[in-house]
């Protein structure tokens, strides 16, 4: 290995999961160089998932969530300072405090951010919130705590998902209104979001699908006080959740010219960015939520994942590469993976769930609560959703990897013959229709699925 | 030699001490057929696949008829160790509601004053000794106190569920060949009695809980329902053989590979932070249970051999432990490993409920050996095995100790 790779200097954009992992490895693999780690937070790297789960449970403070480190990276911290620009030709990331950082290589992990609502006057209605940041989880769990008589999340995806089940375990009523035909169905398909449907009226959460909200409202002293929704009605509420899915955090590469786009950053299976002729760079890298990668287990799609699980496998792909040259370069092939947890069952999914045509309930049953589905696209396994039984995961993740043929065989112990030999659309809608964001989006183009999205909503 | 005689190979007696080169010749040959019609797994990512196939079952009743032993009835009722999801999932929740998270997630923590208490009673009564049977003076008694402890049974009573116990190892051992009803028999009556005394020691805690967890099973139900008389006659017969016939095997193969390996043993005693790894690495390198069996209910594809429905399968752990496609230098004993993935506990659904506690049981234990083990020597190398192939280790583990200054 040339010797000049281990020196750098190496700049890190985006003090978070990805940043943290990235840098953590760099060292592991013996990079001896500068290494600094810009973040527009004044935090060190923290953990997010449990911003939605423990921290509005009451269970643990926001501010509890930092990210334990393997092993001290050595590196400069920047935090709090913004990047806003970055020169490809001259090598340099531009900071918002006028400074600029001169890289040998560099990595992007700047993430996503909560998609705000749309109208800024209704958005800063005291009471509406969205949750990406501890800072927004904090000032949630303080409200949540305070009692409110209702809460109003917008969108049922994962996160609003979770949020409406923190509320109902903590005895607090609350509505949630999505544009499509119910929860998780941008992630799961229809199969599994009548299940989730089907929880959330079961905690008795006011479950309203098929409309938007059209106006959040205020009293003259600025608080939210309820919203107007699509179908003529209202609902009274004193907080709000914006839970709408994410947006990439790309406006600061905007005259960069590298490709980047409302679907992250694009970048090969090495993680090296691609610049806006599609020509890949070779000194800039991208990993997290804010990347955009081709996967070979799914025709070589570009996928744009906001997985926990995917941060960190790429950001430890991104590093080995950044200072690795020729064939030791390795690719990031890791099968996608995600949980959530929420109303007391616990949700896995491995592969990329929307990439499919059909899915059967392999074990277990809906009534169970416990079951296993798995996707196909085309006659093969594309993913599985265990509910409940995450302990199966392993063996549907082989299925994919090994493209076995879809349905799987049947025989299952807790298979239910009748069920498992009936595959059923796997009823993926268009994702513009939706309220939430899928966590997973294909990027691409796929003839028989409108997939092709892509603008941002709003 | 034929593959095909490897598993008798493999449970013959005379091959207890050393089965390592037997596991070599098997990854060698893959998916081995045996004479009796079944099959022998050996690879670790073969055994790893089997573990999550949801096609293959616990459940002996789905054997097909040549291989099928007792009638089903005979073997009423079945701990969950032998049973499929979701019976088998419904079973382990409500055994688990007195034992780990989310009901008790302080149960085991709760337990280690309480084991160090027994292990330095047990170090104590070994002082001036200068012959010691680590099995019968230390190994064997720490679990069997522990276990006694945690289910609340009478320690005292060692002497007549022991006898039980022998019973029903001998029972689920493998013997290819050989008829087994008689074995079976006696087991099963065995586990009958030992049902009928943990219920009726159940039964004297109604009211008048205790904090073990035969009370919980009976005061504090699973709001959804909790065990039938029988379900919790064959699960708590379940707990106390599987938590104490195992440990052990790993306390004494750890003092037996120690000693072995006088250089580790140092290390380790100035550096006790690597005991938990140690512990590790001889759930792989020496592993209590060697041999689990399992049925395909459907035709199963491993490895490029097709095993039919209903035919056994035998899954050699300790093989998978040693696989060099999965572990560098697997025939090493290295306490610093790290990637140790091991199979010593099993994997998937039926992974090791009691793991959490065994693996507390063994840090103790061997850390409160591990000063009066530099200056040891072992009197008999290999030592005498016990009978099991399943579970196999030391029955017998006389070490010299050095007179006391
Ligand atoms: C509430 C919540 C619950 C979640 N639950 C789960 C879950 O259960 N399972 C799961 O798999 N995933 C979950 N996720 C997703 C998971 O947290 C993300 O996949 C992960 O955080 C991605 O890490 P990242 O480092 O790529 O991006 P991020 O964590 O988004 O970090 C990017 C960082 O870069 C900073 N940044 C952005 N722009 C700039 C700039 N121009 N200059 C400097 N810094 C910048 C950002 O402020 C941020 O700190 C959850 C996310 C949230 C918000
Ligand atoms: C070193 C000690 C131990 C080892 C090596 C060990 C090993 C194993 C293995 C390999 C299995 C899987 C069986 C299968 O898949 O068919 C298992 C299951 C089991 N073990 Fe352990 N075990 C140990 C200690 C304990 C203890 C202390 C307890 C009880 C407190 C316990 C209780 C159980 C139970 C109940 C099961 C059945 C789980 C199920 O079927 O879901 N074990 N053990």
Same mark, same amino acid.
């Given at each position: 290995?040339? $010797? ?14 990805? /940043? ?45 969530? /930092? ?59 005291? /009471? ?199 064939? #030791? ?6 099968? #996608? ?13 491995? $592969? ?45 993740? $082989? ?14 112990? %807790? $298979? ?13 809608? %268009? ?16 003839? %028989? ?8 909503? /709003? | ?5 490897? &598993? ?70 079945? +701990? ?11 079973? *382990?929740? &409500? ?6 998270? +989310? ?22 009564? &070994? ?11 230390? @190994? ?18 060692? +002497? ?41 020691? @159940? ?66 005693? *100035? ?66 490993? *790290? ?33 009066? &083990? ?8 290999? +030592? ?7 579970? *196999? ?13």
């Amino acid at each position: 290995m040339p $010797g000049d790779l281990r020196e750098g200097p190496i700049v890190i954009v985006g003090a978070s999961l990805a /940043g943290l992992r990235a840098a953590e490895k760099l060292r592991e693999e013996g990079f001896t160089g500068s290494l600094t780690v810009v973040g527009d937070e004044p935090h060190p790297p923290y953990d997010r998932p449990p911003l939605s789960k423990q921290v509005l449970l009451g269970m643990s403070a926001a501010d509890t969530t /930092g990210l334990p480190m393997r092993r001290d990276p050595d590196a400069d911290w920047r935090l709090g300072v913004r990047a806003t620009g970055l020169d490809l030709v001259g090598r340099q990331v531009l900071l918002a405090d006028g400074e600029s950082l001169p890289y040998d290589r560099l990595l992007i992990a700047t993430g996503t951010r909560a998609r705000p609502w749309p109208q800024p006057e209704q958005a800063a209605l005291d /009471g509406v919130f969205t949750l990406r940041t501890r800072e927004d989880a904090g000032c949630l769990a303080e409200r949540l705590a305070a009692g409110p008589r209702r809460v109003l999340v917008i969108g049922a995806g994962f996160t609003g998902s979770e949020i409406a089940s923190a509320c109902r375990e903590r005895g607090i009523e609350v509505t949630v209104a999505e544009r499509g035909t119910a929860p998780l169905v941008g992630a799961l398909g229809g199969t599994l979001a009548r299940l989730a449907a089907g929880l959330q009226r079961a905690h008795g959460v006011d479950l309203r699908c098929g409309v938007t909200v059209t106006a959040l409202c205020g009293n003259d002293g600025g608080r939210f006080t309820g919203a107007d929704l699509s179908d003529g009605s209202h609902i009274d509420a004193d907080v709000c959740v914006i839970a709408m899915g994410a947006v990439r955090n790309v406006e600061w590469l905007a005259d960069s010219g590298l490709a980047a786009g409302p679907h992250g950053v694009a970048c090969d299976a090495g993680c090296r960015a691609f610049d806006m002729y599609g020509i890949v760079t070779d000194d800039v890298f991208v990993a997290g939520d804010v990347s955009r990668f081709p996967h070979p287990l799914f025709d070589y799609q570009m996928l744009s994942l906001e997985h926990w699980g995917n941060a960190v496998a790429q950001a430890e792909v991104a590093a080995h590469n950044m200072i690795s040259s020729g064939p #030791p370069r390795r690719p990031h092939l890791a099968v #996608p993976v995600f949980w959530s947890s929420q109303f007391g069952v616990n949700i896995k999914s491995v $592969g990329v769930p929307t990439y499919s045509d059909q899915v059967v309930i392999a074990q277990g049953s809906l009534s169970e609560r416990h079951l296993v589905a798995v996707y196909g696209y085309r006659g093969r396994i594309t993913a599985a959703v265990t509910v409940n039984m995450a302990k199966w995961l392993e063996y549907y993740q $082989g299925l994919i990897e090994a493209a076995a043929p879809f349905p799987p065989a049947p025989g299952a112990a %807790d $298979g239910h013959p009748l069920v498992t030999e009936f595959a059923l659309p796997s009823d993926v809608p %268009d994702p513009r229709g939706l309220s939430h964001g899928p966590t997973v989006a294909l990027t691409g183009h796929l003839p %028989d699925r409108r997939l092709t999205v892509v603008r941002p909503a /709003g | 030699m034929a593959v095909d005689t490897l &598993l008798e190979r493999i449970t013959d007696y005379a091959n207890r001490p050393d089965p390592y080169p037997l596991y070599a010749e098997l990854r060698e040959a893959g998916v081995a057929r045996q004479t009796d019609g079944s099959y022998l797994v050996g690879g670790y990512y073969d055994i790893v696949a089997l573990f999550h196939n949801p096609r293959l079952s616990s459940d002996r009743r789905n054997r097909a008829g040549a291989y099928s032993g007792l009638p089903a009835d005979e073997e009423e009722p079945r +701990p969950f160790i032998r049973l499929d999801d979701p019976e088998h999932r419904r079973l *382990r929740s &409500l055994a688990t509601r007195p034992f780990g998270p +989310p009901h008790s997630p302080g149960r085991i923590d709760a337990m280690r004053d309480e084991i160090t208490r027994i292990t330095d009673e047990l170090i104590e009564s &070994l002082q001036g000794r200068t012959r010691v049977d680590v099995v019968d003076d230390f @190994a064997y008694p720490l679990p069997v106190s522990v276990i006694c402890r945690l289910l609340g049974v009478p320690r005292e009573d060692e +002497p007549t569920f022991r006898e039980w116990s022998n019973a029903i190892i001998d029972s689920s051992d493998i013997r290819p060949g050989e008829n087994l009803g008689t074995s079976q028999r006696a087991g099963n009556q065995a586990r009958a009695q030992m049902g009928r005394y943990l219920v009726d020691l @159940a039964e004297q805690r109604r009211g008048h809980p205790g904090d073990d967890m035969l009370s919980a099973f009976v005061n504090d139900p699973d709001p959804t329902g909790g065990l039938t008389r029988e379900e919790l006659a064959a699960t708590a017969v379940l707990l106390l053989v599987a938590g104490h016939e195992t440990t052990v095997n790993l306390i004494t193969n750890g003092v037996l590979t120690l000693l072995r390996h006088p250089d580790q043993l140092e290390r380790l005693r *100035r550096e006790p932070d690597l005991l938990p790894g140690a512990v590790e690495e001889l759930l792989r390198y020496e592993p209590p249970v060697h041999l689990l069996e399992r049925i395909p209910l459907t035709h199963v594809d491993v490895a490029g051999t097709t095993i039919p429905k209903g035919v056994p399968v035998v899954l050699v752990l300790a093989s998978g432990n040693r696989d060099p496609k999965r572990f560098r230098d697997p025939d090493r004993f290295d306490p610093t490993r *790290r990637d140790n993935q091991h199979l010593g506990f099993g994997s998937g659904v039926h992974i090791c409920y009691g793991a959490p506690l065994a693996r507390v049981e063994a840090q103790i234990a061997l850390g409160a050996l591990l000063p009066h &083990l530099t200056t040891a020597t072992l009197v008999e190398d290999p +030592p005498p095995y016990r009978n099991s192939a399943v579970l *196999r280790g030391p029955r017998h583990l006389p070490i010299e100790l050095a007179p006391s200054p």
